[in-house]
């Protein structure tokens, strides 16, 4: 009871410190990621971020390909556009190639109660404007009780734990980071669906560093590139 006491308490501080808002970012233009599975290379995932009179477009991509003796076996490529105005989430699209299966998001503000209109591959819908897009860049996510699936736009209910400080070292570069775990509320969910991934986010930067989870393999998302 009392780690989750200060878990939540220290939660709370980060929050209150970084004002949960997207210009917080504001000195970063472009972040890449390397992806691997089972510590072998197997793709990346990029970030450009373009700034123009108080608007933000945040460009991601994302490819890996898992190999055995020459042969494809999956094949995984996703772009979205993530879009702001003045620090305020305004939509989303993106669309997602796994193998021969395609599936896609679009995500605009209703302009009357501001709430969020999803038409997506697995949801199609209204939810609550504090509902937050899951593409980990943004720290913001630690405070929210859901995430909407970046590739098909379902609705993830989330729990979200502070593991505690933590150094990483990339490369030749070490890292002092907060760790979070992010996990499915919803006890009901196959397997599958269930969330259950470890981030890590820079103390002082709040700049995503790594993300790490279990699903067929060991998968982790080390940064590479910061400009």
Known sequence: MKKFLFSITLIFLIIKEIHAHVDHYQKYNYLEYELFRNNKLIGYHIYKFTRNNGSLVIDNEVSFKITKLGVDLYKYYARGIESYKNGVFSS??????????????????DPIDKNLIIDGSSFKGKVDKDTIIGTWWNHEIVQKKAQISAVSGRIIEQKVEFKGKEEVKIGDKVYKTLRFNFSSSDP??????KLNTDIWYEEDTFL???????????WEYRLKKVK
């Open 92 to 109: 989303f699209n993106s669309e997602t190639k796994q193998n021969k299966k395609e599936k896609y998001v679009n995500i605009e503000v």
């Open 188 to 193: 009901s969910l196959s397997k599958d669906k």
């Open 208 to 218: 995503w560093v790594k993300a790490a989870f279990d699903k067929t393999g060991y």
